[in-house]
């Protein structure tokens, strides 16, 4: 198991590498500077600018310089707030959009898990319609629309959590049912086909032939196996709650990450676009990373077979 | 010998959007203390669907048990309770099923699984029922069952796995143990070996064996009695030597033709004409009528009753009825019995 970890590191840091070399070219080929859109700069003062953030020098150099500042820990210095390095703002600002994140996450598979083995177990009745009508309702309203109606009437209308403020738990709340409704459905829906199918295997029919109840039946041999493919989907829904997350800081007013990206490719902010970026690609790597844990935890086959490849 | 078991007139259909499959039209059997009965008949006629009512394991939504009674311990199980049915399950009725691969869960270890039953129908502590594990892994001929318990089925073999799947199904000493064409998914060796085990185990346990297969050739090897299924219904029962030598129904007589035998590997095997009954809406008759060369006018009009044989050996055919006309077995069958007293004598 340590060997395989290891070895799924290395490989993170690959992964890292290239997206921080594709993300650098993308920015280069991306037409203006942060300092086109001034009208009022001379030629001069711009080619100043340009040479105080290192754009004037060739392309190779500036990717040399980027690269090495990365595994230094420095993603450069921001262009719209003057000498703040973009390290420090995104630090500043990770703690609520991880805090939504986490919570969101947690909430979601928690939730669509149940919703799903309650529709599995109780197939074909209103308890299944019902679970089913939530999943879709949850896919299909964006989570903006969803962010201002739930503004709109449980902060407004009842007033009983804060709107548009960020202090503490309470205002933590509504921007998580937004964002969590998208995983809940997801996890819904896939944990109730991948358990009805669970349900018509050999082994299942074998644990009621032992003088399993259904309930155990479900508990003990059922859901483990339904749970294995569903950690599939689990990466795929952390990047809706990352995508997801910045149209939902920006109703919300959470100062977090995402809020502060939309800002930056607005103003051609290329050192925070880029951090953001990185950023991003280390979450998810980690997380695809702890998915492979997991797997390993869960299915017997691969945690034996990966440990001596 | 004593009754355990007595199905009456059972009658099963599944709801499906075509309409009412009617899979069970009326099946009779008895089950005898330490006996093995086999059931032997095409696909679809209703082998598996039989021995899942017994344990009420047919899928729940779509099946229903219409009438008939299954008599077990003075208990009608077509009736009793779910609760009162998982007192029975792997207690005092197992199964052991066709594909061995599929059959044991992949994310539990090989001993938890032996010791589920045992822990939920003995009352065993753990360390109890993991030493009980141990002797019966041992007994179904795995080797080092102490590393072994703690494997996952991966680790195993097909055989392997299918003794994992005897030694759970025979864990708490059950008095019928159902085996739904045990040997059908292994090969040729391995089958050899799992039924040999069986044989052995049954000995040793004292349980009764429903063994379903259509294989007729280890039909002769381990059963004592040989139900033929068709269409839904039992067309003929008998102790394997009159089944084998003395068949009176045409169905059966397909059948014996139909085996293969070691001495002709290259000759074309007889394949019965025709296709199987339509469950959906069965034929007034006899079912087996269309694919029957010898059937006559009535068989087209009326089922034909069980005609006695003889105590232990009852068909359902016209030709047995004293006015039909005496029609000798086909030649194939003739020839095959033949063989079959060889390759007995050989054998003993
Ligand atoms: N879940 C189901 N829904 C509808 N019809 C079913 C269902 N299960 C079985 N049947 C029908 O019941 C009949 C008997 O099936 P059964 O499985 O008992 O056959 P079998 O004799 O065991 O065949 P095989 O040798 O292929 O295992 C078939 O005609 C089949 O179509
Ligand atoms: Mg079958």
């Known amino acids: ?309 | 010998m004593k009754k355990l078991l007595e199905v009456k007139d059972l009658h099963i259909s599944f709801h499906t959007f075509a309409g009412e499959v009617q899979a069970i039209r009326g099946v009779d059997f008895d089950l005898y203390e330490g006996e093995t009965l086999a059931i032997v008949g095409e696909s679809g006629s209703g082998k598996s669907v039989t021995t899942k009512s017994i344990m009420r394991l047919l899928p729940q939504g779509n099946s229903e048990i219409k009438s008939g009674e299954i008599l077990f311990n003075g208990e009608n199980l077509a009736t009793a309770s779910e609760k009162k049915m998982q007192k029975i399950r792997g207690k005092d009725i197992s199964m052991i099923f066709q594909d061995p691969m599929t059959s044991l869960n992949p994310t539990m270890t090989i001993g938890k699984q032996i010791m589920e039953p045992l822990i939920k129908h003995r009352d065993l502590s753990k360390s109890e029922a993991s030493k009980r594990a141990v002797k019966l892994l041992d007994l179904v001929g795995i080797s080092k069952p102490e590393t072994r318990l703690k494997q996952y089925p991966h680790q195993f073999s097909g055989g392997m796995r299918q003794r994992v799947v005897i030694a759970i199904a025979l864990a708490c000493a059950p008095k019928v143990l159902i085996a739904d064409e045990p040997t059908t998914a292994l090969d040729v060796t391995i089958q050899g070996q799992i039924l040999d085990l069986m044989k052995d185990l049954q000995k040793k346990i004292e349980t009764s064996i429903i063994f379903i297969t259509h294989d007729l050739g280890v039909v002769a090897n381990v059963a004592d009695r040989v139900a033929v299924m068709y269409g839904g219904k039992i067309v003929e029962v008998g102790t394997v030597d009159e089944i084998f030598y003395n068949p009176q129904h045409p169905y059966t007589w397909g059948l014996i033709s139909s085996m293969p035998s070691l001495d002709s590997q290259d000759e074309e095997l007889f394949v019965i004409p025709g296709t199987p009954p339509d469950l959906l809406h069965p034929p007034k008759g006899d079912a087996f009528a269309p694919r029957n060369p010898y059937a006559m006018k009535i068989d087209k009009e009326e089922e034909p009753p069980m005609f006695k044989v003889s105590d232990t050996h009852y068909a359902a055919t016209w030709l047995l009825h004293p006015d039909a006309p005496k029609v000798e077995p086909p030649l194939a069958v003739q020839e095959r019995q033949a063989k079959f007293r060889a390759s007995i004598k050989g054998d003993k």
């Open chain 1, 1 to 309: 198991m340590a060997k395989y970890i290891t070895k799924r590191i290395i490989y993170l840091i690959i992964t890292l590498f290239i997206i921080a070399s594709v993300t650098f070219f993308l920015m280069k080929f991306l037409p203006g500077t942060p300092f086109s859109n001034e009208e009022r700069l001379t030629i001069e003062q711009r080619e100043i600018l340009n040479a105080k953030y290192g754009l004037d020098q060739p392309i190779p150099i500036q990717y040399m310089n980027y690269m090495v500042n990365i595994v230094k820990g420095d993603l450069g210095v921001s262009f719209q707030f003057e000498n703040q390095p973009v390290m420090d703002l995104l630090m500043n600002r990770i703690g609520p959009s991880m805090q939504l994140g986490v919570q969101a996450m947690i909430i979601g598979t928690i939730i669509g898990i149940a919703l799903g083995v309650l529709a599995a177990m109780f197939q074909n009745t209103w308890i299944d319609y019902g679970s089913t009508f939530l999943a879709i309702l949850g896919k299909s309203i964006p989570s903006f629309v969803l962010a201002a109606l739930l503004q709109y009437y449980i902060g407004v209308k009842l007033g009983w959590l804060p709107v548009a403020s960020w202090n503490g738990f309470s205002s933590s709340i509504l921007p998580t049912i937004a964002l969590a409704c998208f995983p809940i459905a997801t996890a819904a829906r896939f944990m109730r086909t991948e358990l009805i199918e669970v349900f018509g295997s050999d082994y299942i029919t074998l644990a009621k032939a032992k003088g399993n109840s259904r309930g155990e039946v479900a508990v003990k041999h059922a859901i483990r196996n339904a749970l294995i493919p569903l950690i599939t989907v689990l990466g795929p829904m952390a990047v809706g709650l990352m995508t997801g997350s910045m149209v939902v800081e920006k109703v919300f007013a959470v100062p977090g990450i995402g809020e502060q990206f939309v800002k930056s490719i607005m103003t051609n902010d290329f050192p925070i676009i880029m951090g953001t970026t990185l950023f991003f690609a280390f979450l998810l790597t980690v997380i695809i990373l702890i998915i492979d844990i997991l797997y390993g935890i869960i299915d017997p086959r691969i945690r034996l077979n990966g440990g001596d490849k």
